[in-house]
């Protein structure tokens, strides 16, 4: 695959197809998206890698409730909910990996084969507890004694969830051996895990001491069989974090592997920090690959103070958002109301609020009036940008300014950082105008008048490119109403760094009052 040398390598977790997604996992797909769109607007080689997680206890007693094979099960899954969430959420991923299949399958094995030739599996006897809900190990300090509905049952202190009691013949990871070069490692890059609270929760974990890691199961067989003994499937955690090389190729394309290996960004929420960046860098150790970059944990969705899951019942799909508000003003309204790295409270009331506020009488009005004004004034050609005033330089002074501090939010993995420098400018243009009155002007200077409004249309050319990773939809409308593909091309060439260069659009490119961006939506209940 050529041009891919150096890509900046993002990726998802890849999640469970027990259930249908809903927008905790909308949250993390959307904000990777963000990310990755960004860099390809600063012309950068990206590659957006996402999927699903299909074999593993809990997806098996899903398929078995519903009475289906579960690969019957998975597959209706992902083809009624999990590959139309994508389209839903107008997320534009490189890769989509599923781990039924067989990239995964023979990669997954070849990886085995590597740690178990580096003596970093033995075979030996596990005898403890385990949740399938998490589908993790639970040690005996985090075993507790279920009430209500879990009375005479065990269930984690972690999560709450029902624990079952296993003795099975298993294979380990000699994950205690890894201890010392686990911390030296967050010591030497702190930045491989973040945020600072993640780091700390995590150094703090594992000098506790680290315990060798039961990584096989024998008791059913909806997994991958362990390559030299077939009696045993994989862990499913274990097979799972395998998809961040299988899926570039791993085990079935080495030269591709080495090309986008290691991967810059492992985006995970909060809950699965361990996983990442406790037990993977010590499988990546054991097998001689390199360390990924970067594992980011995000916080919880949190809906009604709680936080968000299927099994409360409070879990919202990503389409009941989208359907009322469209996608720009989802991944708009996460990527902006929520500290990334933080758990972050959402709501129906909130959503329409900032909907109206800041999309609608915010950026959607300063469109529609810029180019409404250019129609009644200029006959629909964009007027000469004339000599800049005070009030001009400003505006240019903030372009250039804010455009900094966004680039440099997106790269340390703050996105609401960066949405909200962004904003700075519709919220100085918006000033700009109400300040210049053009209106009042056009009664007696067409000449300044011209002036502001083609300033105006340069600060709208500038949302244009600053917002398309957040909204990809409203600014290619907005860039056609610009009439800037035909002058300066299309939006998806425009480069982050050519943001700030003024008077990009020349004087007479047709502009055209496009359909309203941002359609006032009334909403019940809101
Ligand atoms: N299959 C594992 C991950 C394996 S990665 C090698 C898994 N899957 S999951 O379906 O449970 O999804 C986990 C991810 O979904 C979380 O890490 C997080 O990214 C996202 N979220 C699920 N619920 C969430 C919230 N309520 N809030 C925010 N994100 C949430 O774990």
Known sequence: ????????????????????????????????????????????????????????QKVLRKAEENGVKPQEWVDRLIDTEWKPLLETLDIANDDFIRTTEERHLLGAKAFWERMHANDAVYKGSFSGWYSVGAEEFVAEDDVLDGEGEDTGHKVSA???????????????????????????????????????????????????????????????????????????????????????????????????????????????????????????????????????????????????????????????RPAEIVDVFGSDAYRYYFARALTFGRDGSISWEDIHARYTSELANGLGNLASRTAAMIGKYFEGRLPDAGEPTDAETAVVDLVADATARADAAIEALAPHEAVSAVWEIVESLNGYLAEQQPWQVAKHDLVRTGAILATAAEGLRALCVLLAPVMPKATAALWESLGADAVIGPLSDQRIADVPRWGQLPAGTPVTKGAVLFPRIEVEDA
């Open 1 to 56: 695959m050529p041009g891919t040398e150096d890509a900046f390598y993002l990726t998802t977790p890849i999640y469970y197809v027990n259930d249908a997604p809903h927008i905790g996992h909308g949250y993390t797909t959307v904000m990777g998206d963000i990310l990755t769109r960004w860099h390809r607007q600063r012309g950068e080689q990206v590659w957006y890698l996402t999927g699903t997680d299909e074999h593993g």
């Open 158 to 316: 972690l999560d709450g969830s029902r624990l079952e009691h296993v003795t099975e013949e298993n294979y380990f990871f000699r994950l205690s051996d890894y201890q010392d070069r686990l911390l030296a490692l967050y010591e030497e890059r702190p930045e491989f895990i973040q945020p600072e609270s993640s780091r700390n929760e995590i150094i703090a974990f594992v000098k506790r001491g680290l315990n060798d890691l039961s990584i096989s199961r024998s008791t059913f067989d909806w997994g991958i069989q362990i390559p030299w003994d077939p009696s045993h499937v994989m862990y499913v955690w274990i097979e799972a974090l395998l998809n961040y090389v299988t899926a570039i190729g791993y085990g079935t394309d080495q030269d591709r592997f080495e090309r986008l290996w290691p991967a810059d960004v492992h985006l995970v929420g909060k809950d699965i920090a361990r996983f990442h960046a406790v037990i993977w860098p010590a499988m990546q150790m054991a097998s001689g690959i390199e360390v990924s970059h970067r594992v980011f944990a995000h916080g919880w969705l949190l809906v009604g103070g709680q936080k968000m899951s299927k099994s409360k019942a409070n879990g919202i």
